[in-house]
């Protein structure tokens, strides 16, 4: 089964915010202790809302399977708070939900801003989050024999 690839999510948040696509980072990096404000993008969940099976000559088999997946986008830096303010305009310009449907991705809904600046030892850090509950579809192929990836990648909920 394909998985949710968030490439294409982090780059079309750094054109949106207008940023290089080097500061909009997966969550798993290892730079993360920059003085570079910076965002991070991380899958939390992926549910299943629905399947369809269709069944073909020669005994073949396509599992569709509809999906809702949360993904949490963090800044951290100066004016924290601000870029993900921004971000969040930003979500419901033609031009983002635009690049989602070329992603294969549909905006579901948006949580509220959090504000998780804390003070550290060496001062404040300024951080904030915001979720996105994206949909998007995956497909798998299956035979008698085999079960494999089908090629028709992943496709907007239709």
């Known amino acids: 089964m394909q998985a949710l690839d968030l490439t294409g999510l982090r780059v079309l948040i750094a054109k ?67 870029v993900i303010e921004k971000l969040n305009a930003c979500f419901y310009a033609s031009e983002f939900l635009k690049g989602l449907k070329n992603l294969g991705l549909g905006l579901v809904t948006v949580s509220p801003i959090r504000n998780l600046s804390l003070t550290v030892g060496g001062g404040v850090e300024e951080r904030a989050s915001i979720d996105l509950t994206l949909s998007y579809i995956t497909r798998v192929e299956a035979s008698q024999n085999e079960i494999k990836t089908a090629n028709f990648g992943i496709k907007v909920n239709r």
């Open 16 to 82: 949106a915010l207008n940023v290089d696509e080097s500061l909009v980072r997966d969550s798993y990096s290892k730079t993360l202790n920059d003085k570079t404000a910076f965002l991070t993008v991380h899958l939390l969940t992926s549910t299943q809302k629905g399947r369809e099976y269709k069944f073909f000559k020669g005994e073949k088999e396509v599992i569709t399977s509809t999906r809702e997946a949360v993904v949490s986008v963090n800044a951290y830096g100066n004016n924290a708070n601000f």
